[in-house]
């Protein structure tokens, strides 16, 4: 969380997802920033911090469901290249992923966002 004179401002969270619900991978977001904090950095350092985090926690995969001209800055790529399909095709480019570590199984496969974000 991104906090600016003792209010929240920003936030970022990632929750366990699952390649073919075996390849443990991080389902990114929300990623969200107060409009008026916007392009200010805080939407940056945030991703900077949860990416290091993931890193310093030898995940190795990183998926996100959102705007390609903002993540590619961070390394991120459309899934699809990587032989990762999303959780609903249509989502297209929009759903996108970042390795962080050399695979040491098959990357690819269909990702899985935690069992919340299947429910109604």
């Known amino acids: 969380m ?8 920003g936030h970022v969270c990632c929750s366990r997802g ?3 619900a075996m390849v443990p991978a991080l389902g990114l977001g929300p ?6 904090h916007q392009r200010r950095g805080v939407g940056t350092a945030l991703m900077r911090a ?10 190795p995969l990183v998926c996100v ?3 390609p001209g ?3 800055r961070f390394g991120f790529v459309p899934a699809s ?6 959780p609903d095709e249509s989502w297209g480019d929009h759903f996108q992923a970042l390795v962080l570590l050399p695979p040491v199984t098959s990357m690819s ?6 069992e919340a974000f299947n429910r109604v």
Request: aromatic residues 8%; glycine residues 14%; without cysteine.
């Open 70 to 72: 903002y993540y590619r």
């Open 50 to 59: 949860v990416l290091g985090a993931a890193m310093a926690l030898d995940e």
């Open 18 to 20: 699952r390649l073919d």
């Open 2 to 9: 991104a906090v600016v004179d003792g209010e929240v401002v």
């Open 81 to 86: 290249r990587l032989g990762i399909q999303a």
């Open 65 to 67: 469901l959102g705007d």
């Open 109 to 114: 496969g269909r990702f899985s966002y935690a």
């Open 31 to 36: 990623l969200g920033v107060l409009p008026r």
